[in-house]
């Protein structure tokens, strides 16, 4: 075991060799709400149960993302991934063809997931992978938990392709990296969703999009007129139902309060608290499922006070900016 402080001084980084001890222990700080980063074919992923909003939210602080770019849940096999989200015949053709394997279907999720709302930021679709290496496959099932894992590099940076990558790049801010060597295909999955009447390709990667397409069928070469479907561009998808209001002091008597900070101002027909303690991480956990909890409420708006550029502020920002767009830059729903 690698024991040593990184270069900051501060953290420690924490890199063993998988082994069934060294997994079993990575399964019980899964299970905790904990940090792992592990080797898959593709790429190192850093991993976290992705039923807990906190261990996620903790996830898009490490990577230093600007936006909540929603991430890969990973599954043992399809029968897990099939109990969070709608297979399709065309979801089951891919699964069976290409799972285990470097292939990313986005599906639709189901009403009854457990799944973290921010491990999708807010979306109503899912992406899927059951990885083939054996690593990340003795991981999941010793957890017996949905593993959601961005690729183990903060934003801008090299995805990973060994543990001393992760090591460097990441720091003791993971609580645990195994290392099982090289990944094999050393470039991401191929992403594709599968929510439309024809796939469409979100990313090519470490899958042939011609093997995907002689199961599938031809890709949606992108109809001008179809609504863009790639995540940074779906300024109105993340919206509630009903009208935003940014930077309130307080709310009017029928607006739901969304509230940040220690002791807010009285008022409005409901009150949820992003994070009492006025912490952006936490903010972040709770954003999208309070932002459904103020969707299913009889209000006439949501204000929500001002949350500081600090931390995951900017992503939180990014997306309540997005939510309060004016209706007429709407992309419809697909
Ligand atoms: O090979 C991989 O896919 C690696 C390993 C660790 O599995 N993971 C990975 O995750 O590359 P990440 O978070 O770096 O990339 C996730 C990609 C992003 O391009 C994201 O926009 C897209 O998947 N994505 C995730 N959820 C989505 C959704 N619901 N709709 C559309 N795109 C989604
Ligand atoms: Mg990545």
């Given at each position: 075991m690698i024991d040593h402080t990184d270069s900051s001084g501060t953290a420690r980084v924490r890199l063993k060799p998988a082994d069934r001890d060294s997994i079993a222990e990575a399964a019980s700080i899964l299970s905790a709400g904990g940090l792992v980063a592990f080797p898959t074919e593709t790429v190192y992923g850093l991993g976290a149960d992705a039923r807990n909003d906190h261990a996620i939210a903790r996830v898009y602080a490490i990577k230093n993302r600007p936006r909540f770019n929603p991430l890969i849940v990973h599954f043992a096999d399809a029968e897990a991934a099939a109990r969070e989200a709608l297979f399709d015949q065309a979801a089951e053709e891919a699964a069976t063809a290409f799972w285990p394997g470097p292939l990313t279907l986005v599906l639709a999720r189901r009403p009854n997931s457990m799944l973290s709302r921010l491990v999708s930021a807010g979306l109503e679709t899912i992406a899927l992978r059951v990885p083939d290496h054996q690593i990340a496959q003795a991981l999941m099932r010793a957890a017996n938990l949905p593993i959601a894992a961005p690729s183990a590099n903060r934003a801008g940076m090299i995805s990973p392709t060994l543990a001393r990558h992760v090591a460097e790049g990441l720091g003791g801010a993971v609580d645990l990296i195994l290392d099982?060597?090289?990944?094999?295909?050393g470039l991401e999955s191929t992403v594709i969703d599968l929510t439309g009447s024809r796939p469409v390709l979100l990313r090519p990667g470490g899958l042939d999009a011609e093997k995907i397409s002689s199961v599938l069928g031809p890709f949606d070469q992108g109809d001008p007129a179809a609504p863009i479907r790639s995540p940074g561009q779906l300024s109105r998808h993340y919206a509630p139902r009903h009208p935003l209001r940014l930077n309130a002091q307080s709310p009017s008597p029928t607006e739901a309060f969304l509230t940040f900070g220690p002791n807010p101002p009285a008022g409005g027909a409901l009150r949820l608290d992003l994070s009492p303690s006025g912490d952006t991480v936490e903010a972040a956990a709770n954003l999208f499922a309070l932002l459904h909890e103020a969707d299913r409420a009889n209000i006439s708006g949501i204000a929500v006070m001002p949350v500081p550029d600090e931390g995951l502020g900017p992503a939180i920002n990014d997306r309540l900016r997005r939510a309060a767009a004016?209706?007429?830059?709407a992309i419809p729903a697909t």
């Open positions: 099982g060597g090289q990944c094999p295909i004016p209706a007429d830059t």
